[in-house]
């Protein structure tokens, strides 16, 4: 079955230093992969996709993500956080083109610090 | 382009009581997904709609149900509702393309009391 996981609840980093929001999957075939941000009593926004090629992605807002399939992981990144960053953000997966209805992670909320 | 829009933004309903939640897609998406996000459980999908037919459903009981028009604007309904109803529905679309991400609308908050 198909699934998506993010090991991390919260995470809490500086103002200006790197940021990473990890995410693991578990999908049969070729994963399409996405990231979505979601900010207080908003719907979601969506932040990139990987779906083939070029293992690092790169998305809105200066976010990027990077592909393993090896580790069948999906980490969001970006290389100096903004307290603007701070929201709760979703990975999800879809089951490679026969649909694209998302499953979802259960969500990492992210905190940038002043 | 304008983006998905839903209505009533918010509802309060009692025990019992049947709602119905609208969704208008943006401009050329096809497909329509609807998604309950309740406190402590994340976001679990509900039903997707594409050329008006009910393509997938989600594990939810049948009293949860819904349509898709000719304009593609989706309504779910929820019947007989209960107290663990209260959640965020949110209604996302998307071109039938395989892929293609999906877009939200900022959903409507049901409270059941």
């Known amino acids: 079955a198909q699934s998506v996981a993010q090991p991390e609840d919260q995470v809490n980093v500086a103002e200006g230093n790197p940021l990473t929001v990890k995410c693991t999957y578990s999908?049969?075939?070729?994963?399409?992969l996405f990231w979505y941000v979601q900010y207080p009593n908003r719907g979601l926004q969506f932040l990139l996709k990987?779906?083939?090629?070029?293992?690092l992605v790169k998305g809105s807002y200066g976010f990027e993500a990077e592909f393993n399939k090896s580790q069948t992981s999906f980490h969001l990144k970006k290389p100096s956080a903004l307290v603007s960053d701070s929201a709760l953000y979703f990975c999800?997966?879809?089951?490679?083109?026969?649909?694209?209805?998302?499953?979802f992670g259960t969500g990492t909320l992210l905190a940038v610090q002043p | 382009e304008a983006g998905v829009t839903q209505s009533p933004t918010h509802l309060i309903k009692t025990r019992g009581q049947q709602v119905t939640l609208r969704c208008s897609p943006i401009?050329?998406?096809?497909?329509v997904y609807w998604y309950q996000q309740a406190l402590g459980l994340g976001l679990q999908f509900l039903l997707w709609y594409d050329e008006g037919e009910e393509r997938n459903r989600g594990n939810f009981p049948p009293r949860f149900s819904g349509r898709q028009f000719p304009n593609y604007s989706s309504e779910l309904n929820v019947n007989a509702l209960e107290l663990e109803d209260s959640a965020l529905y949110l209604c996302?679309?998307?071109?039938?393309?395989?892929?293609?991400?999906?877009?939200f609308g900022n959903g409507t908050r049901l409270t059941v009391t």
């Open positions: 401009s050329g998406h096809t497909s």
């Open positions: 999800a997966s879809s089951d490679g083109g026969a649909t694209n209805k998302l499953i």
């Open positions: 999908v049969s075939g070729n994963p399409y």
């Open positions: 990987y779906i083939t090629g070029d293992n």
């Open positions: 996302a679309s998307s071109l039938r393309q395989g892929g293609s991400p999906l877009h």
